[in-house]
């Protein structure tokens, strides 16, 4: 069974320094998210996309955060500039044409900023 | 913005008890409610979910209930098994087309099944 794939499973970065996580979302699906975890908070809602672009985005979703999809498979969130408070769990998430409610996570990359 | 509060925040039942997972949420725009079974160090995975258009669904041992007056929804688990044991997430989201349908999640149910 396909499914949404993300790396690295683990980034060390130091704080003011750019990260870019990767996810491959499942093939044929066509809405992409990203989610993000602080340790023992609830997951929340970072932003989605949709045909190339931003279809809505949260408040933590500031200047710093911006996404891409680069090519027919990869989906990508940068952080510019990591700040001690990003640290968290990331959550990449895709949905199918039909059930587009339907989210079907990865496996998360972990953020630790030093 | 909508709130989802989940409850109890964690759940320990012998094998072949039945457990029950409640959630409350404050947007009654919200139109989807699903479930997202987490097992240590792996992905959230989707295992049920109801729209708001249908009271209760199920799906061999497990349940979800809406009551849409109240803003609560329920997961129900019965004749737990040990694999059964992961954290728990409700969600809920009032997406009208499928560019929208975020995700406000709870804060997680650890279920604890005892053989």
């Known amino acids: 069974e396909p499914e949404v794939t993300q790396t690295p499973s683990h980034q060390v970065t130091q704080m003011g320094q750019e990260v870019i996580l990767r996810c491959v979302p499942i093939?044929?699906?066509?809405?992409f998210y990203w989610y993000r975890q602080i340790l023992g908070q609830k997951v929340e809602f970072l932003v989605s996309?949709?045909?190339?672009?931003?279809?809505?985005k949260s408040e933590i979703f500031d200047d710093q955060f911006s996404v891409e999809r680069p090519d027919g498979s990869n989906f990508t969130l940068k952080i510019r500039s990591t700040k001690l408070e990003d640290s968290a769990m990331y959550f990449c998430?895709?949905?199918?044409?039909?059930?587009?409610?339907?989210?079907?996570f990865g496996p998360g990359t972990r953020l630790t900023v030093t | 913005g909508e709130n989802v509060e989940q409850h109890p925040s964690t759940l320990s039942v012998q094998e072949g008890d039945s457990a029950v997972i409640k959630c409350t949420y404050s947007?009654?725009?919200?139109?989807?409610f699903p479930w997202y079974k987490q097992e240590l160090g792996k992905r959230p995975q989707l295992i049920i979910d109801?729209?708001?258009?249908?009271g209760e669904k199920k799906d061999q041992r497990i349940a979800v209930t809406l009551n849409k007056t109240a803003k609560h929804f329920s997961l129900h688990i019965t004749e737990t098994q040990p694999e059964d044991s992961a954290v728990y997430f409700c969600?809920?989201?009032?997406?009208?087309?499928?560019?929208?349908?975020?995700?406000?999640f709870g804060k997680g149910t650890l279920l604890t099944v005892n053989p």
């Open positions: 998430a895709s949905s199918p044409r039909d059930t587009y409610y339907e989210q079907y």
């Open positions: 093939s044929n699906h066509l809405y």
């Open positions: 996309f949709y045909n190339n672009e931003i279809s809505e």
């Open positions: 947007d009654s725009a919200s139109n989807y």
């Open positions: 109801i729209r708001s258009n249908v």
């Open positions: 969600a809920a989201s009032k997406g009208s087309g499928g560019s929208n349908y975020k995700l406000t």
